[in-house]
């Protein structure tokens, strides 16, 4: 598939093809920033079909952790677009950032449900991980 999305204010654009190794939602306390308290919807594109079209995000990466996630967001109007994990060739997409969030589709998974808050909706059926999934 080939997804296009951008953020709030249209300076950073992006073009995400292939397809989504995972989609899914993030209970966890960081998404919880993010996306003003609900979780996360995101999915997993692969790397090398990633890139932005235009603009340039800003980073934001925690000096204080071993293993920082690098966050990218539009400087200008603060949405935050999309996540990228050392090690994994995926960037992780923000679904609220898509041109049409219905491509989502829904979540094959909700993870991170160790910091859930009681308001946070879970499908019924869907398979829950505290953390991670093992691989
Ligand atoms: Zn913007
Ligand atoms: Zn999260």
Redesign the pocket.
């Known amino acids: 598939m080939r997804l296009e999305g951008g953020c709030y204010c249209g300076q950073v654009r992006y073009i995400a093809e292939g397809e989504p190794t995972l989609k899914a939602q993030?209970?966890?306390r960081?998404?919880q920033y993010i996306t003003g308290g609900a979780p996360?919807m995101f999915m997993l594109m692969p790397l090398d079909g990633f890139h932005y079209s235009k603009g340039t995000p800003k980073q934001f990466i925690r000096s204080d952790l071993d293993q920082p996630v690098t966050r990218e967001f539009c400087a200008e109007c603060g949405t935050h677009l999309a996540t990228r994990r050392p090690g994994l060739p995926a960037v992780v997409v923000k679904v609220g950032t898509l041109d049409d969030p219905s491509r989502f589709g829904a979540p094959q998974m909700a993870i991170?449900t160790i910091d859930r808050q009681d308001f946070h909706q879970i499908p019924e059926g869907l398979p829950e991980f505290e953390r991670l999934p093992k691989r």
């Open positions: 993030c209970h966890c960081e998404c996360n991170y």
